[in-house]
């Protein structure tokens, strides 16, 4: 357990001193924030940035994660995974070490764009709910930071993880429930967003919004992340010996 | 009973019956290539060399050695625990330093060390980061970016990474890799140094003359097989005397004289070995005049690691083109 914080502390080392990387991953979802939240003229609600910040909040998560697992895969090709599989520390610490800064990172950025949304008039001002909020991002960050680590593993250099990375990413944010409430799109959009595990942390969110416990989402997505995880914990023992 | 048998096991397994490191018939296969063959090798307290060309196998023994390759066939222990049936004992008693340098160079040095020190669980992270910092002269720069840090600063890094747990071997995978000389001779000297306080090292290269000045032994690889080991003074003196080069253009020609025995011939270059070189030379001159050959240099030296592979382990393709030219002109005879 200590071994994976250590594997951690690494990447949040290696992460704060380069601040171009800090910087970057914030201005994509403060910009959808500012310009979409505010910006666009929208009839089925009075209030566009309460109900897209949930959506904004999951996409920042996402992007944390689909860019964090070219960490792993960076530390296969720089040679630091062969190091450290040399070590007596258990190897799954490695893993497991790699998605907690991963998931951490999403948090913290996350954090940022919740600060923005709250300044910008977004209604989150309560404790239970911003807790509830976190632990939900933290599910949905396991569950995505561990299917990228998997990825990761079976790709060879960061062109082929780019690419795969792009076609996850938008996908998956466009078929959400992100932009509008399902009764508002075509009914084939709305069959795939109920799909999508990103439209679960985001309907999980909205749930808490409205003061509604999101029991079925949640466990939909705890579920998820189990599966993600060990199927994860598999490729990675398999492709470590 | 059972702890008797432990107890024999730690005594004498340790010190004689095992040696440090021993393998027996390691075998590993990429599909339909053999890359490490039948290996069979006792390395205890020593510097030892594994030589040989790239491709030869040398780092897939030493991946199945540090427990990062599952061997197709045979075993390895390390200090008596097995490759194969006890990988994290094996773990804990080694380090690897693997062929491409991977320190982060965003961290300080200090850091990069540190991290492994935690790791690895050693009680007191800091203090045996700094002792194996100073340890490597590494303390002045220590806390400076390993951005800034040359080649050889980086590779006595990744060797100050490799002490903080204080392992019984170190395997080192081309360690002087990429550096320029006098890195070079500075990381020989600390592998020396560790040596010397009782480590056994088992180190790859593929530099004759490095394996010459600083290994014990050496184990010369050449396609997966290990085809002679010794020390380097006993392999030079075994497999030649001293070695006469003639530069010439034509085929080697009959009527050596006595005591000569021809080596090989690479690029023009004919390779002989003598008792006194330096008297066989001109005689060998003469002969290939006779020939009718046109001599363009002779030269005379003792034998290096070089000429011990070469007579080991040979250069194929020349050796046929050789060949083949005698094969043209008997025809022609006929
Ligand atoms: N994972 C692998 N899959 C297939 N072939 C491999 C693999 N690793 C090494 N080889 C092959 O095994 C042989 C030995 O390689 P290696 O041990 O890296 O040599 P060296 O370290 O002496 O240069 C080479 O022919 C290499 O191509
Ligand atoms: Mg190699």
Known sequence: MKRMLY????????WLRGRVNVLSTLILPAAWLIFVGLALPIRFTDNYLDFIAPGILVLTMLGASLQGGSLLMFDKVLGYLQKFLALPAPRESILFGKILFITLRGLIQATVILAIAILLG?????????????????????????????IALKVEDHDSYAAINAMVSMPLFFTSSALMPYDQMPGWLAAIARLNPVSYAIDAIRDLQAGVFPATTLLGLLIGAALVLLVSVMVFRRATV | MDTAFTYLKIGSGR????????????TKRFESLV????????????????????GS???????????LLIPTEGDATICGYSVTKDPLAVREQISYVPQDMAVDPKLTGRENVIFFAKVYGVPRPREVADEALAMLDLAPRADDLVRTYSGGMRRRLELAQALVHDPAVLFLDEPTIGLDVAGRRRIWEHIIALKDRGMTVFVTTHYMDEADHACDRIG????GRVVATDSPAALKASVCRDIVSIRADGPL??????????????????RFEADRGDEMGPVLSR??????LAVRAVSVRQPTLDDVFLALVGESDDTEAFDDRRFRRMLRRR
Request: net charge negative; hydrophobic share 45%.
């Open chain 2, 220 to 223: 010369i690889i050449d396609h």
């Open chain 2, 35 to 54: 890359a490490v063959d039948h290996l069979d090798l006792a390395i205890d307290r020593e510097i030892f060399g594994l030589l040989g060309p790239n």
């Open chain 2, 15 to 26: 010190s004689s019956s095992l040696a440090t490191i021993e393998t027996s018939g390691l």
């Open chain 2, 57 to 67: 196998g040398k780092t897939t023994t030493v991946k199945m050695l540090t427990t």
């Open chain 2, 287 to 292: 002969a290939f005049a006779r020939a009718g």
């Open chain 2, 253 to 270: 020609p009959g009527g050596l004289p006595e005591g000569v025995a021809f080596l090989g011939r690479t690029d023009g270059e004919f």
């Open chain 1, 7 to 14: 594997y951690m502390e690494r990447d949040f080392r290696r």
């Open chain 1, 122 to 150: 977004a209604n989150f001002l309560n404790p239970a709910l911003i807790a509830s909020i976190y632990a939900v991002l933290f599910i949905f960050g396991i569950l995505l930071s561990s299917v990228m680590a998997t």
